[in-house]
């Protein structure tokens, strides 16, 4: 089992960063592959970013590549999804979630537990 808690949301303007975290719990997190996924308002919920249990591997959206960055902590049980050069596209509910498998994966359905969510509002 593994519990998940983002933070780090708010309202940005337009070229700013924000930094998202996701703490987990649970003895699985380091052996599984962790994604961010987002929903804006009416849209379908989307991949973002990857990260496989080792760290070594990650895949980014194209929406979101050269500005988005995914890291993660085994040791603190930790992930988090660096944003710079924010856009209004941006806005969205942001989840964490964790996968079943340990390699890297953009699929929902490789995703057994999910976070509540954060919002992150970009201003223009």
């Known amino acids: 089992q593994v519990q998940l808690v983002e933070s780090g949301g708010g309202l940005v303007q337009a070229g700013g960063s924000l930094r998202l975290s996701c703490a987990a719990s649970?003895?699985?997190?380091?052996?599984?592959?962790m994604g961010w996924f987002r929903q804006a308002p009416g849209k379908e919920r989307e991949f973002v970013a990857g990260?496989?249990?080792?760290?070594?591997?990650?895949y980014y959206a194209d929406s979101v590549k050269d500005r988005f960055t995914i890291s993660r902590d085994n040791a603190k049980n930790t992930v988090n999804l660096q944003m710079n050069s924010l856009k209004s596209e941006d806005t969205a509910v942001y989840y964490c979630a964790a996968a079943l498998f340990s390699a890297v994966t953009t699929t929902q359905a490789d995703y057994k537990y999910w976070g509540q969510g954060t919002q992150v509002t970009v201003s223009s």
């Open positions: 990260i496989s249990w080792s760290g070594l591997s990650t």
């Open positions: 649970g003895r699985t997190f380091s052996s599984k592959a």
